[in-house]
């Protein structure tokens, strides 16, 4: 790992800032950022070739190649048949699971970082667990429970998957939140006459809803992008990676791209709105006067 | 298989179906009863024959679906792509009927179908499904386990009338009492005329080194195997299992040696269109559709024969509209009503009439032989035999080892 | 403990929802599967408990191939990932400045477009006669019959690419979280950037590299979704195996063998490394009150 040279957050010796060490050091600098560049290229890449794809107008049924520019799919993004409710669906879906999973994920984190009781060990192992098993395995084996509990497939029962396996992901957002959370604030409220409910209410959750916030979003991006899960215990019920897992055999209309790319701009515009409420609460938060602010 | 089941084999059937007495059955070591069954199926099925008499032994078969009231909904299950675009057929019939059609695309393989209906159908509950498109074995397997209904013809005059002769008694259901045509096509060779050194006229072409690595087959079973095992001389409407195992084994060989490139459903049309594929086994529908946006891919029936298969109309068990799907069954058979789907489709139109009513539209669509081929064109062609269970497990196992899985 | 909230049975109500949930559709349904791991039958007779330990070693034996695959592919994926996060986290970390977030943002973003679009995207870009293709066959890097899609290689690319994001992300939190005082003291002591580097840097990160490694070797292992679509069935994985033999074959009993066997398989990794790095850095648990 030679490139990995640290930066320049401390003041450079004399000797390094001239002289052939100096040119080292910055070609390694320099090739150092070149090759990050590269990566961050390289994940971007195939988004750029959904958006531009998104302005095809395809010959055929297959949006693979390039044959003219079109506005045609983004003037009538649902004109395929049956993805306007795939979508809805996905959405639907996302909404009450990220609902669901957020609460019951963050009163669970609480417990688990407030209190000490006995269990609390296996307990966090426990809720480890769903994270390190394969998408594979958490559908088959939800499908299993469903087939053997006689209970018929459907927007139910994706709900009640997309919940499980959302909630490991929020309790471990949530949790390493609340650990590093100072507890002063609470304490200065208690002393004030707040009882529990109002200390909550009032301090710690305001406090921790940008932990919370985004373990929402992630729980909202991982069920609305779910597919494995999904695909096992759907029944006739079709969400978007569904109605595309379908339609992508038999075509690729330019529709797909243009949502695609629809979904990716309100989550990004989500996300920039996100950052910057949470810069708003941190500075808020960020009481203490010695810590240093982070750039 | 005939629907007209042995009243023994119905029996054992209904008593397997049913878990307390299955444990019971299982229990006292019922290898027996169940190896029983599958000889009752193999006496009453592998032939032609139509098992015996017009009724249905003993204590009752299916009664056909009585009469009853046109609903204001029909749940339609179909596979993607295979109804005319705009829907048109189903706004007819809504305006004729007053039904309000929900045509959900959510077939694309059969055995995935299979694998999330199964236990709605087992337990009588359609999941809502008035309709379901299946291929013949699927349709064969639906009856043999009683996951369909009876109809009722005299509630079916068109399709009674209209059904083209050539599909009007199939092995699995000689008095179409189960299942009724939906489209029918032929599993053959596609390829891209600009990339071929010559015409493939022979499955030799498939094995070709000269497109080693863009060769592609397809996922279903009796399409591959069956036109694999017609190139290795066998005959597929009555070889038997060793000589389908033969065929398998040299897929095999294909995938091991890199020859075949994968297995595919439609999506051979996205691999073809790009040239990523050559020379593939492909369905006939597709390749018309195919070539009318590319004037370089054609289609051809390879001279050891081509698979000839029929996806069928079947209604569940359970279904609550069965008698306004009846009515949707016939309608589609109007020979007005099946030129919408046929001019969009282009697959082997099983409604006689649509030709001549197409010929005043679309004369070129009325003459292409692949959307209303006559006799001689469907000479080189077979039908996949009925497989009994056990011999069904045994080739899906071994095909689906074959694809990696 | 701030007084007021330390009450007897709070931290068990508490709890009851969440865990109540992962308990029944979680835990419960991993019993019944291994309850239906071992019967036998088949679809059209129905299956039975039969205590079939063999249908584990049968389908160990079957498909010991795919299994292995698939730990070669996800170890490579994650190592690629390794190889291509670390760098970029790096930079981020030390060098973002005020484009931090905005970076950040920029490896977060592909995953907002469905991890099916994104894999579909990449056939695209391999495709035989596309311009990829094209230019690294006039580069030489590929050969003139050859190809790049449908092959081990694209299969493996599309592992990396779909789960880079998991192991740039926990690479960044812990290289963000490194005290900038103590880079200042390892300069003091060691003087050299190599040196500072791998005695402070690296193994200050060494939880987020933990983290990224299993966040992205696991689900990794279980996928199938690129094997299938830039791959050929010598390239299919366990995931592709497991998929077929619930959904296509209803094979359950096998099925269930083998998703159990992934899972205990992964599991055991999960220990190792688990002993490697220390329970705390693994669960996410360090400032945890004991």
């Known amino acids: 790992m030679e490139a990995a040279t640290a930066t320049s957050a401390r003041p450079a010796s004399r000797n390094e800032t001239r002289g052939a060490l100096a040119v080292g050091r910055r070609a390694l600098n320099w090739l150092l950022n070149a090759y990050a560049g590269l990566a961050l290229i390289y994940l971007l890449v195939p988004i750029a070739v959904i958006v531009v794809f998104s302005f095809n107008n395809p010959v055929g049924r297959f949006n693979f190649i390039w044959n003219e520019f079109s506005f045609e799919a983004w003037g009538d993004p649902f004109g395929v048949q049956g993805i306007g409710d795939a979508l809805i669906n996905s959405i639907e879906i996302a909404a009450l699971s990220t609902v669901g999973a957020t609460i019951l994920g963050t009163i669970t984190a609480l417990a688990l970082v407030r209190y000490e009781f006995r269990g609390r060990a296996p307990v966090n192992f426990f809720i480890f667990i769903p994270l390190a098993t394969p998408e594979v395995v958490l559908g088959a084996a939800l499908l299993s429970l469903f087939l053997n509990a006689g209970v018929a497939t459907g927007f139910n029962t994706i709900l009640i998957a997309h919940i499980m396996f959302n909630l490991s992901f929020v309790i471990v957002t949530v949790r390493s939140r609340l650990i590093g959370f100072d507890r002063s604030l609470e304490e200065a409220a208690q002393d004030l006459g707040a009882t529990p409910w109002e200390t909550f209410r009032l301090v710690t959750l305001p406090l921790i809803m940008p932990g919370v916030i985004s373990a929402a979003l992630l729980a909202f991006a991982l069920s609305i992008d779910d597919f494995v899960i999904t695909n096992f215990n759907a029944g006739s019920t079709i969400t978007f990676p569904l109605f595309i897992w379908g339609a992508a055999r038999v075509a690729i209309p330019p529709q797909i791209y243009v949502l695609a790319s629809m979904i990716f701009l309100f989550t990004l515009a989500m996300m920039l709105i996100t950052v910057w409420q949470q810069r708003r609460a941190e500075k808020m938060a960020a009481i203490r006067p010695d810590e240093p602010e982070t750039a | ?405 | 403990m701030p007084a007021g909230l330390k009450k007897a049975g709070l931290p068990y109500l508490l709890l009851l929802p969440g865990l109540g949930w992962l308990l029944l559709f979680f835990a419960v349904p991993l019993v019944i599967m291994l309850i239906e791991s071992l019967k036998t039958g088949s679809i059209d007779f129905g299956f039975t408990l039969t205590w079939e330990f063999s249908n584990y070693t049968d389908a160990l034996d079957t498909y010991s191939e795919q299994f292995l695959r698939s730990f070669e592919y996800a170890g490579l994926a994650t190592l690629f990932a390794l190889v291509i996060g670390y760098p970029l986290a790096y930079v981020i970390a030390f060098r973002g400045g005020k484009w931090r977030n905005a970076l950040l943002l920029a490896v977060i973003v592909p995953f907002f477009v469905t991890y099916l679009i994104r894999t579909l995207s990449w056939e695209t870009i391999l495709s035989d006669s596309g311009l990829v293709v094209d230019t690294l066959r006039t580069v030489g890097i590929v050969s003139e019959g050859g190809r790049v899609l449908d092959t081990t290689a694209s299969v493996v690319a599309g592992i990396t690419y779909n789960f880079l994001p998991f192991m740039i992300l926990p690479l960044y939190a812990s290289l963000e979280r490194i005290d900038t005082r103590l880079l200042e003291a390892g300069y003091d002591l060691y003087g050299r950037r190599r040196d500072v580097f791998l005695r402070v840097t690296l193994p200050l990160s060494m939880p987020g590299v933990v983290a990224g490694t299993l966040l992205t070797f696991i689900p990794a292992a279980g996928d199938f979704i690129n094997a299938e679509l830039l791959g050929t069935p010598r390239q299919f994985m366990i995931g592709n195996v497991i998929q077929s033999r619930y959904l296509e074959v209803a094979d359950y009993p096998t099925a269930a063998a083998l998703s159990f066997l992934l899972m205990a398989f992964m599991l055991i990794i999960v220990i190792i490394w688990a002993r490697i790095a220390g329970t705390e850095a693994l669960l996410g648990t360090e400032g945890e009150r004991r």
Not at chain 2, 19 to 38: D, F, I, K, N, Y
Not at chain 2, 304 to 326: C, K, R, Y
């Open chain 2, 1 to 405: 298989m005939t629907p007209n089941d042995d009243h023994l084999d119905r029996e054992i059937e209904r008593l397997i179906r049913n878990p307390v007495t299955r444990r019971r059955l299982m229990q006292r070591g019922a290898a027996g009863a169940l190896s029983m069954s599958a000889l009752a199926y193999l006496a009453a099925c592998g032939t032609d024959e139509p098992s015996g008499g017009g009724g249905n032994g003993g204590d009752g078969g299916p009664k056909p679906i009585p009469k009853g009231k046109i609903a204001d909904s029909l749940y339609f299950a179909n596979w993607p792509l295979y109804i005319d675009e705009k829907r048109e057929s189903l706004k007819k019939f809504q305006d004729k009927y007053g039904t309000k059609v929900k045509y959900v695309e959510e077939i694309n393989d059969n055995n995935e179908f299979f694998g999330k209906v199964r236990q709605q159908y087992d337990r009588g509950d359609s999941g809502g499904r008035d309709i379901h498109v299946v291929t013949d074995w699927m349709a064969a397997r639906m009856i043999r386990l009683d996951y369909v209904q009876k109809f009722d013809k005299s509630a079916m005059p068109n399709a009674t009338k209209n059904l083209i002769p050539s599909l009007a008694s199939p092995p699995f259901d000689p008095k179409r009492d189960f299942s009724m045509p939906w489209q029918s096509g032929i599993a053959g060779i596609i390829y891209r005329k600009d990339k071929v050194k010559s015409e493939p006229k022979t499955v030799d072409a498939l094995f070709d080194p000269a497109y080693k690595g863009k060769v592609t087959f397809l996922t279903e079973m009796r399409d591959s195997v069956g036109v694999v095992a017609a190139w290795q001389g066998a005959d597929p409407e009555k070889a038997s299992v060793d000589e389908f195992m033969k065929a398998i084994d040299k897929l095999q060989e294909g995938v091991d040696s890199g020859q075949i490139r994968g297995f595919t459903g439609n999506e051979y049309i996205k691999d073809i269109t790009k040239g990523d594929s050559e020379v593939i086994l492909g369905w006939s529908g597709d390749a018309v559709q195919l070539k009318a946006d590319n004037p370089n891919i054609e289609f051809v029936i390879p001279e050891s024969g081509g698979h000839l298969w029929t996806d069928n109309m079947q209604i569940p068990v359970g279904a609550p509209h069965a008698f306004t799907a009846e009515k949707m069954i016939d309608f589609v058979y109007d020979p007005e009503i099946q030129a919408d789907i046929a001019a969009y489709v282009n697959y082997i139109c099983p409604v006689s009439g649509v030709k001549e009513v197409l010929e005043k539209q679309d004369p070129d669509l009325a003459s292409n032989q692949l959307i209303f081929p006559d006799d001689q064109f469907l000479e080189n062609t077979f039908i996949f035999r009925g497989l009994d269970p056990e011999e069904e497990q045994q080739l899906d196992d071994a095909f689906q080892q074959v694809l990696g899985a």
